[in-house]
């Protein structure tokens, strides 16, 4: 007859817990602008970062300091020809890993023309959301087109958002979101509109 092999009590509960240490990795740079104080500013950065043209959607991240001056860019989804997966988790990653202050966004749109879908719309209404929540405001998203086209969600009024969402944001961060939208409005205004937690 065989021994049997007891269990010891309590051992089932146990598992190993990894010990992480996150850090950023620079990878290269490049020479931009002091401040990105316009959406046209922001689109100079874009371009210069992931071209003129994709055959595919590129979602990229900019990092802003306490002053909207650049400190870390990222390509944060290589998508199909016709979406990408943007998701704040992986947004908002790299933006507390690189203390980011405030961010932008931009995603190329492959057919050149950059008309935000309601995908857009819905991408960047998460994106002020969450970013109102840790306290990193998301101050634009870019929709890149051919050549030098892009359309500002800020500066076409889609960052306004009312109804529900609208009081979670007056909630969180004691403003009503989108008062800085419109044309006029400049990234150092709208990023006043969210005071820190």
């Not at 689109?43 to 306490?66: I, N």
């Not at 870019?142 to 944001?169: C, H, N, Q, T, W």
Request: one cysteine or more; hydrophobic letters at 40%.
């Amino acid at each position: 007859m065989g021994k049997r092999k007891r269990k010891r009590a309590g051992t089932s509960a146990w598992r190993r817990i990894d010990v992480v240490r996150l850090s950023l990795v620079r990878e290269s740079s490049f020479l931009s602008r002091i401040r990105v104080e316009t959406p046209s500013d922001a689109h100079g950065v874009f371009r210069r970062f992931l071209g003129k043209e994709s055959d595919r959607e590129l979602c990229a991240l900019l990092c802003l300091d306490a002053k909207c001056r650049p400190t870390a860019m990222q390509i944060v989804s290589v998508g199909t020809l016709d979406g990408t997966w943007i998701h704040p988790r992986e947004i908002y990653k790299t933006a507390l890993a690189a203390n980011a202050a405030s961010i932008i966004c931009a995603h190329s749109h492959p057919s050149g023309d950059p008309e935000p879908s309601p995908e857009d719309a819905a991408v960047t209404r998460r994106l002020v959301m969450a970013g109102a929540m840790i306290g990193i405001p998301l101050l634009d998203h870019l929709i890149l087109g051919a050549g030098d086209e892009y359309v500002s969600m800020r500066e076409v009024g889609r960052m306004d958002f009312y109804g529900p969402s609208a009081k979670f944001m007056e909630g969180i961060s004691g403003e009503s979101p989108g008062k800085a939208n419109g044309p006029s409005a400049s990234y150092t205004a709208a990023e006043r509109n969210i005071p820190p937690p």
